[in-house]
């Protein structure tokens, strides 16, 4: 079992700057990836970015430059570092951990999500 709980979100003008962090507890060193996610109303919920336990990661094409993903292991908590924001951005972002069994069969933990809003 693993906890997620999201944090750092907020009201930005365009333009700027917000670093969002997702504590992980519980079962963490079953995880072998973790990511980050966004809902914006009325659209579907998509991938912004992933890190595997390896340090690999993968960016959807309209964050890359401007969103990047790192991981803390000591202290078992993920971010995500926002910068040059546009309104477009503005979502609900949650955070997920992924256990991997085989190609194709996984599991997904999820946080309660944080709201990014974007002025312009």
């Known amino acids: 079992q693993v906890q997620l709980v999201e944090s750092g979100g907020g009201l930005v003008q365009a333009g700027g700057s917000l670093r969002l962090s997702c504590a992980a507890s519980g079962s963490i060193f079953s995880i072998n990836a973790m990511g980050w996610y966004r809902q914006a109303p009325g659209k579907q919920r998509e991938l912004v970015a992933v890190v595997a336990s390896g340090g690999t990661t993968n960016y959807a094409v309209s964050v890359k430059g401007r969103f990047t993903i790192s991981r803390d292991n000591v202290k078992n908590t993920l971010f995500l570092q926002m910068n040059s924001l546009k309104p477009e951005d503005t979502a609900v972002y949650y955070c997920?951990?992924?256990?991997?069994?085989?190609?194709?069969?996984?599991?997904?933990?999820w946080g309660q999500g944080t709201q990014v809003t974007v002025s312009s």
């Open positions: 997920n951990a992924r256990r991997i069994y085989t190609a194709g069969v996984y599991t997904d933990s």
